[in-house]
């Protein structure tokens, strides 16, 4: 890999872990600590969430009708989401193993700890579990993809993509045809810092 494409690479990592060190001061702000993966509020705050709770017959009263009317529509997504958590996490606990590829640890990407939230009523709990779900999982599927390019195909594209996954910057260059032979297996086991998560 060109190594200023690896240094940069490495900076974003960097900058990754440094946002999240500035999110963690941040949620102290508001008086939230993460201890043992679980969530601890301080009691004061914990009243003051549920003081700010909107009650249900509020909610919906105050709802736009066209929220109401298109509420189906958008839950009835959740059949096809399940459809496709299911057949990719079969597809990797199948594949992942055969291919040598670490497998994808579903509860990175899959977290629902917004249900906690004391100022949120029960509908707003389920909208915020619907769309951690949605998103989650499409995360997940995503990296499962990412993880399956980068055996199969770790080429880049000839032009620019959007949103490029994790593993894109480790990708052989498009068109040179003499690394691509020479680095295909280095590449394709180059999962970075990636642990396997199997067992």
């Not at 989650?136 to 880049?156: D, Q, S």
Request: hydrophobic share 35%; proline share 5%.
């Amino acid at each position: 890999m060109n190594p200023r494409i690896a240094t940069l690479i490495e900076n974003i990592q960097a900058l990754e872990e440094e946002l999240e060190a500035e999110l963690a001061k941040h949620r102290e702000e508001f008086r939230i600590k993460l201890r043992n993966g679980r969530i601890d509020y301080a009691h004061e705050l914990l009243r003051e969430h549920r003081r700010l709770k909107a009650s249900l017959t509020k909610y919906i009263v105050r709802a736009n009708p066209l929220t109401l009317l298109t509420t189906p529509i958008i839950y009835s997504l959740i059949v096809p989401f399940v459809l496709l958590d299911l057949a990719v996490t079969l597809y990797q606990a199948v594949c992942f193993p055969i291919y040598g590829i670490p497998k994808v640890k579903r509860g990175d990407y899959l977290v629902f700890d917004r249900g906690r939230l004391a100022y949120l009523n029960l509908i707003e709990k389920l909208n915020c579990a619907y769309c951690s779900y949605g998103n989650g999982l499409l995360a997940y599927v995503r990296e499962i993809a990412a993880r399956t390019e980068l055996h199969w195909c770790p080429i880049k594209h000839a032009r620019r993509i959007k949103s490029p996954h994790s593993s894109y910057g480790r990708f052989l260059d498009y068109g040179d045809a003499e690394t691509y032979r020479r680095e295909i297996e280095k590449t394709r086991r180059n999962f970075g810092n990636e642990k396997s998560d199997q067992p």
